[in-house]
């Protein structure tokens, strides 16, 4: 593992790296504060999504967001594309910054990164926050929808920027969506790095709930959930698998990306959060 930082560009901005499994690993810091705020962005978007609770948690805690491999600016030189590996870039990020006192917030296919990564290395974590996800936790998915991800699976292998902006706009937006957020999400779904998606898509329908059955009884932290009621949440699951417990707070919107909608929301939830871990 090799942590690069502050590399010069052309323009004479610093961009701060870390390398790991051959992919750059592309980060930003901002705040202080004795409590680390970690965020994990979903599948085929970035760390540009968070910039509201950046501008808004940083003035009391440090707040870093990153690039998983593939997104954004981060590297693509890798040969296979997993969960786990996701997960460790997220340990990697933890250990080569040296952050203390992390609480891992996760949108989305980031709070299955984050569970991996908490309960395999717990070490300098103190909190876990997922926002509109386990909405159907440790669940298989139906026959019904299981034969349409078959169906998903297998058109990305011939056309594959359509057919993610299909998905993003059946299940992630919807006809209330305010079109400048649904413009930006179907562009970063069109052009999402294909090698990775291919891989990611497979494991997130089929694999990652067997991961989430084992998984969330070993986590040693209250799992706190803030999901948008434009879906409801099925609490039965996290009722028999959260093993430290379960906190559900719900907020206004039309999608799945309440960062974008109502951020404002988002923030009063992910204060409230925040304090519950922080006082404990």
């Known amino acids: 593992m090799q942590l690069v930082s502050c590399i010069e560009n052309k323009n004479s901005k610093k961009m701060k790296e870390i390398k790991r499994d051959n992919a750059i690993i592309n980060y930003n810091i901002t705040g202080n504060g004795d409590t680390t705020l970690l965020f994990v962005h979903g599948s085929y978007i970035d760390q540009t999504y968070w910039k509201q609770q950046v501008d808004y948690f940083s003035t009391n805690y440090k707040v870093v967001t990153f690039d998983l491999p593939g997104h954004g600016k981060s590297g693509t030189e ?59 936790a440790a669940t298989a998915l139906s026959p019904e929808y299981q034969q349409q991800a ?47 998606g291919k891989e990611i898509t497979s494991e997130i329908f ?52 309440p960062m974008l909608e109502n951020p404002e929301g988002l923030n009063k939830a992910l204060k409230k959060a925040v304090s519950e871990i922080v006082k404990k």
């Open 78 to 136: 890798r040969k296979r594309w997993t969960t786990q590996s996701f997960a460790e870039d997220v340990l990697a990020v933890i250990k080569e910054l040296d952050l203390k006192n992390v609480i891992l917030i996760g949108h989305s296919w980031g709070g299955d990164i984050n569970l991996i990564a908490a309960t395999s290395h717990p070490k300098n974590i103190i909190g876990f926050i997922a926002i509109d996800f386990f909405k159907n």
């Open 150 to 196: 078959v169906s998903i699976e297998q058109k990305l292998k011939t056309d594959f920027a359509n057919t993610n902006e299909q998905y993003a706009r059946m299940a992630l937006l919807t006809k209330e969506t305010p079109i400048e957020i649904t413009n930006r999400v179907v562009k970063d779904y069109r052009n999402a790095y294909q090698p990775m």
């Open 206 to 257: 089929n694999v990652l709930f067997e991961t989430e059955k084992k998984l969330l009884p070993q986590l040693k932290f209250k799992l706190f959930l803030i999901n948008v009621d434009y879906q409801p949440t099925n609490e039965e699951p996290l009722k028999q698998y959260a093993g430290s417990g379960y906190e559900l707070l719900h907020i206004k919107g039309t999608c799945h990306y």
